[in-house]
């Protein structure tokens, strides 16, 4: 179910981004070397999920 969870809010954030227009290029999402995931939205990298 977290897995659910943390898909759901990587489109939905990914979306409003995209709306918003913070990227030229659109939303990038970065995963580091420990598994989190990390949303570009043009200012910052937001954590979307820790593991």
Request: hydrophobic residues 45%.
């Amino acid at each position: 179910m977290r897995g659910l969870v943390a898909l759901t809010m990587t489109v939905g954030i990914a979306a409003a981004a995209s709306t918003v227009g913070c990227s030229t290029t659109g939303p990038g999402v970065a995963v580091d070397t420990m598994g989190s995931v990390y949303l570009n939205d043009g200012l910052h990298f937001r954590i979307l999920e820790l593991r």
